[in-house]
């Protein structure tokens, strides 16, 4: 094959020497530049020349680990790292998750009002060199040099091996330093002259000392005099610096050469234009698309996790790195979901210094599609285009700067995108570069139109630390992803481009970190409580409960261990039920959809609505292709639904589109608690647009109207407790754990992982969707035209019960099958009431009730399978030695 750096060589006289592979990684390219003529063009960056995806990161990713290794475990747990803009802010960032646990900043270009300068540097080589550092934490940079080991001697300083790692003369070992061995990393594409890198330590080392650094570039090319300047100064600043590299090598120039360049510039950059005079008396402009055309793009709403930043321009931390990983997949669905099915070759075109977020959605692309992905970024850098193989940069896209740069309007290029072939390109750009002049007819979009069958635009929301917005402090804000889609005009920039979020809301968990659940299942609006002893023995939360001494959200039960015959009762009752419970899910699923629009948001009562939550998600991807997004929040009889997560929701999403879900109705009181809490919310916040209603797979209470079936039957995931939601407790609302704004909390039992069916039972149930789609079409249709008020019936009966029963307490009366199970499974019982006749429903049921001691009375005449009574003015003398309910007398 033609090396990509042939044509420059040849008329040159330039050589590339050192490692076999250098042609590989790098080619060569001419630019204006009165300082350096030639350009380094690397194949593995993702700047000048689309790229996997999945290459470029794992370049960036192996470097750090490699210098994980290095520094050792601690020594990596200690580091931060610093990307240079605007070419390695993505490698960086590569960099630092190979790392594993550090945080990384980058610096920029881009100055942000309100956010501090912490330091800056110059970058004489390129066309823009200044460099500012803006993190919202200054503590990233610190280190404390007077508490630093005693140096080694000034000869520490040691040879480069083939890969560019050296040891420089330094201070002492990291095991159990402090923080003034927080080592820096360094990362840039190319490590040239060292001047840039140079400029930096020092300019940090002045403000920040530390004991040491580390170097980290794709490419050594260092002269043999640089190499020893950089060991020179690393013993004038007294700290040891290290350097690890793919490759190592250097370019040979002969004198003269950047006067030859730029001559050569000139004299290609003439005759080009003369070629395009001619095409152009001719009859063949170039296409474009005409200045009254619609904006030729779709807008592919990511729906970017809220709080995380945009990249690394503030800081980025490990924190925010999974919680990133968490929304990948779907964010790549969603740009997956908008390809034309024909699209073969597509390329994710970053913009700038944004390089890392497109690259981390072009590498889940990869994963989803079977086309070919490529990766590549905009830039500020003006280089010569050559159409020849043997030339790295071999067309050029010019386009008007599109985010109000600092140094005024400018241009700005793409490059290696035209005639590549490509049939789908995805703009990723930030909100602040969502102008006018991105949509304008010279604008990138329009530039690209002629070149690709389709074009899609992506926006991220930029992030603008806490501090830096008038009238918000804190931490930063997060953003708002779902915001509508911009009209074919210039988009509003008097809108904000972000909702601010103040602390309280904080991203939802997910698993695997938090609950056994993917990731993209569902998002849980809580806080961890995992670490903290909440459960307490079953008579003594009942007797506080009923003394009104506690709330029974303010512990937990001891989590229910379930016998091996309780088990196989579990796998027996799903293994008859599979279909059943399929076919009430197509049906609610069916409802909403029709009901409540195409893309509702699916917010599932914890924990046993989020179960059934799952399944409707699962259904509307399977039967129609839509990808819902779901969230589980806490809802607590007698204190209402969590005010903190409504306004998490409100902040992404439209309130009007949010769908309740539960799994199945009793006496219809979390119905009335949910209705009488939005209603309160609305009042207290402002906020408007929540429907109170509660969409559930069975309803035989008759409390809703939006349901899968009326039936009273067993759900099993009402036979287990955490062990079929994912292994998440019941949520906590306490107010030494939750404060005003906080989410209500929940555990997650990992050390349950053993018994965990929750996989089992989704997998169980949509393995039947195909067998009952005609059936849940029939009933779809038939309840759309139903009369589907609420009876209440359930709530009657409950009433009439605590009555005959003397209870005088309808909180105490739990009706049908899944409240009775969590009647034996979480209360102290007193009888259970069965359906005279009832079967199979009941199995579990009976099982229960004789573990517990607990009788159960066939009745007449009552309108569910069975209603589960908890014992009436409970004292722990209402138990028998043997732990078990006796009835009261």
């Known amino acids: 094959m033609v090396w990509s750096g042939s044509w420059v060589a040849e008329r040159l006289g330039v050589e590339l020497v050192g490692d076999p592979e250098l042609r590989e990684l790098l080619g060569l390219a001419l630019r204006r530049n009165p300082k350096r003529a030639h350009l380094l063009v690397s194949h593995v960056l993702g700047k000048h020349v689309p790229q996997y995806p999945s290459v470029v990161y794992g370049a960036g990713f192996q470097l750090g680990r490699r210098v994980r290794e290095m520094l050792g475990e601690a020594g990596a747990r200690h580091a931060v790292v610093l990307g240079y803009a605007e070419t390695a802010t993505g490698l960086g960032h590569a960099v630092a998750d190979g790392l594993g646990a550090a945080p990384y900043l980058h610096s920029t270009r881009r100055p942000v009002a309100g956010v501090a300068r912490a330091g800056g540097f110059e970058e004489s080589h390129s066309h823009a060199t200044s460099h500012l550092l803006l993190p919202e934490d200054p503590d990233l940079l610190t280190g404390d040099v007077a508490a630093a080991h005693p140096a080694d001697s000034a000869g ?216 070919e992905v490529r990766y590549s970024t905009t830039t500020r850098s003006p280089v010569l285009a050559v159409d020849d193989p043997g030339y790295a940069i071999r067309t050029r896209l010019v386009f008007p700067a599109h985010d109000d740069p600092a140094d005024g309007p400018g241009a700005r290029y793409a490059y290696n995108v035209a005639g590549a072939g490509f049939d789908a390109i995805v703009a990723v750009v930030d909100s602040t570069a969502d102008t006018s002049e991105l949509h304008a007819p010279d604008g990138l979009l329009a530039r690209l139109a002629p070149h690709t069958a389709q074009v899609l635009l992506a926006v991220v929301p930029s992030y603008i630390p806490a501090d830096a917005i008038p009238g918000v402090s804190g931490p930063p804000a997060a953003s708002a992803s779902s915001k509508a889609p911009v009209p074919s005009s210039a988009p509003d920039r008097s809108v904000p481009d972000r909702q601010e979020e103040p602390r309280m809301l904080p991203e939802p968990l997910r698993g695997p970190a938090f609950s056994s659940y993917a990731p993209d299942e569902v998002g849980w609006l809580l806080q961890d409580f995992s670490d903290t002893e909440l459960e307490a023995p079953t008579e003594e939360r009942e007797e506080a409960i009923q003394s009104g001494g506690a709330h029974y959200a303010e512990s937990l039960p001891v989590e229910y261990q379930p016998s091996d015959q309780y088990q196989d009762l579990f796998k027996a009752a799903l293994d008859l039920s599979a279909a059943r419970i399929a076919r009430a899910v197509g049906t609610v699923t069916e409802t909403v959809l029709a009901e409540r629009g195409p893309r509702p948001v699916l917010v599932s009562l914890a924990r046993a609505g989020t179960p059934v939550g799952v399944l409707m998600r699962r259904w509307a991807r399977h039967r129609h292709g839509i990808d819902l997004p779901h969230y589980a929040v806490s809802i607590v009889r007698g204190r209402g639904i969590d005010a903190n997560a409504l306004r998490w929701l409100a902040a992404h999403h439209n309130p009007a589109d949010v769908v309740f879900v539960d799994g199945w109705t009793g006496k219809g009181a979390i119905t009335r608690e949910l209705a009488s809490a939005i209603a309160e919310f609305e009042n207290a916040d402002g906020t408007e647009g929540f429907n109170p209603e509660i969409a559930v797979l069975a309803d ?163 309108p569910y399978t069975c209603v589960g009574l908890i014992h009436p003015k409970y004292t722990r003398g209402a138990t028998g030695a043997d732990g078990k309910a006796v009835e009261s007398k």
């Not at 080592?183 to 940090?204: K, Y």
């Open 156 to 371: 520490a300083a040691g040879a480069a091996d083939p890969a560019g790692a050296a040891a420089l003369a330094g201070a002492a070992a990291l095991a159990g330093a402090d923080s003034a061995d927080a080592v820096l990393v360094l990362v840039d594409d190319e490590f040239s002259t060292g001047n840039t890198v140079l400029n930096t330590i020092r300019a940090l080392h002045e403000r920040y000392p530390r004991n040491r650094y580390v170097i980290v570039a794709l490419a050594d090319m260092r002269s043999p005099a640089d190499r020893g300047r950089l060991a020179e100064f690393a013993t004038e600043i007294g700290a040891r610096v290290d350097l690890v590299a793919r490759n190592a090598g250097t370019v040979r120039l002969p004198d003269g050469v950047l006067e030859t360049g730029q001559a050569l510039v000139a004299a290609e950059e003439a005759a080009q234009e003369t070629a395009r005079d001619l095409a152009r008396c001719a009859g063949a402009a170039a296409p474009r698309p005409a200045s009254d055309a619609p904006r030729p793009c779709t807008r592919v709403d990511l729906r970017w996790p809220a709080g995380v930043p945009d990249g690394g321009r503030h800081g980025f931390t490990p924190e925010h790195r999974a919680r990133l990983e968490a929304a990948l997949p779907a964010m790549a669905d969603r740009i997956a979901a908008a390809l034309d099915d024909t699209a073969r070759r597509v390329l994710i075109l970053g913009f700038e210094e944004l390089m890392y977020a497109p690259l981390r959605l072009g590498t889940a692309l990869e994963d989803r599609l079977d086309a």
């Open 700 to 862: 035989p209470g008759g409390c809703v109207r939006t349901y899968g079936t009326r039936e009273d039957f067993l759900i099993p995931s009402a036979c287990l407790n955490s062990t079929v939601s994912g292994l998440i407790s019941r949520t906590v609302l306490r107010s030494d754990l939750v404060g005003p704004d906080d989410f209500h909390g929940a555990k997650f039992y990992r050390e349950l992982a053993g018994s965990d069916v929750s996989g089992h039972f989704l997998d169980t149930v949509a393995d039947r969707f195909d067998e009952v789609a005609d059936a849940v079409d029939a009933d779809a249709k038939e309840l759309l035209t139903a009369d589907r008020a609420p009876t209440w019936e359930g709530w009657a009966a409950v009433e009439r019960i605590s009555e005959e029963y003397g209870i005088h307490d309808v909180n105490l009366v739990k009706p049908g099958v899944g409240e009775t199970t969590r009647v034996l499974l979480r209360r102290v019982p007193w009888k259970i009431l069965a359906k005279r006749g009832a079967g199979a429903d009941l199995e579990h049921i009976r099982l229960l009730a004789e573990q517990r001691g607990v009788p159960v009375e066939e009745v007449d005449g009552l």
